[in-house]
T-cell receptor, first 111, second 114 residues
Framework: SQQGEEDPQALSIQEGENATMNCSYKTSINNLQWYRQNSGRGLVHLILIRSNEREKHSGRLRVTLDTSKKSSSLLITASRAADTASYFCATDGGNTGKLIFGQGTTLQVKP | SAVISQKPSRDICQRGTSLTIQCQVDSQVTMMFWYRQQPGQSLTLIATANQGSEATYESGFVIDKFPISRPNLTFSTLTVSNMSPEDSSIYLC???????????FGPGTRLTVL
């Protein structure tokens, strides 16, 4: 079963703009991860934020986590056409390593 | 990090047949997983492939339909048995290293069942 929801389901922006995607989840977590998938290929891990962290940065990516609201957001700044992809959040609830994925956001960045 | 390959990359199969998907990792890993991604959908965990013991299946997935082997720490197979068009999906394997880093995914196997 899916952990939660992501919104928006689809996002279309111009190159150079910022893109924000949100993820909600239902159960307690050890960490939350964001992945990118290009055109139905394998997933690429972007960033992991632990349950005791509130914000994390990696290059043009900024992730926030609010465990009280069971939500996270991914911000991509100064977007590029190459950022066009589907983005998924995934939660890791324990020591098993199993991930539960959100529904995903499809991002289109227009040149 | 890990480099993961899957075979085949894609296949078109007839209803009622079976397909075995291979997943090869370039280093030994403890955690290995199989996911299904139905068309236009997100990923759903099928099972955890355990080395030396039976796989651990998630709710809704059974061994008779998705038998999994894990003979060593670098290799696993997933078989999709007695296929129907509803099995048309992308099947992905992944490896994990615990809660400190993310998982690494294979490129996926795109299966179409006619």
């Amino acid at each position: 079963s899916q952990q939660g929801e992501e919104d928006p389901q689809a996002l279309s922006i111009q190159e150079g703009e910022n893109a924000t995607m949100n993820c909600s989840y239902k159960t307690s977590i050890n960490n939350l991860q964001w992945y990118r998938q290009n055109s139905g290929r394998g997933l690429v891990h972007l960033i992991l934020i632990r349950s005791n962290e509130r914000e994390k940065h990696s290059g043009r990516l900024r992730v926030t986590l609010d465990t009280s609201k069971k939500s996270s957001s991914l911000l991509i700044t100064a977007s590029r056409a190459a950022d066009t992809a589907s983005y998924f959040c995934a939660t890791d609830g324990g020591n098993t390593g199993k991930l539960i994925f959100g529904q995903g956001t499809t991002l289109q960045v227009k040149p | 990090s890990a480099v993961i390959s899957q075979k085949p990359s894609r296949d078109i199969c007839q209803r009622g047949t079976s397909l075995t998907i291979q997943c090869q990792v370039d280093s030994q890993v403890t955690m290995m997983f199989w996911y299904r991604q139905q068309p236009g959908q997100s990923l759903t965990l099928i099972a955890t492939a355990n080395q030396g013991s039976e796989a651990t299946y998630e709710s809704g997935f059974v061994i008779d339909k998705f038998p999994i082997s894990r003979p060593n720490l670098t290799f696993s197979t997933l078989t999709v048995s007695n296929m129907s068009p509803e099995d048309s999906s992308i099947y992905l394997c992944s490896v994990g290293y615990g809660g400190r880093v993310g998982q690494f995914f294979g490129p996926g196997t795109r299966l179409t069942v006619l």
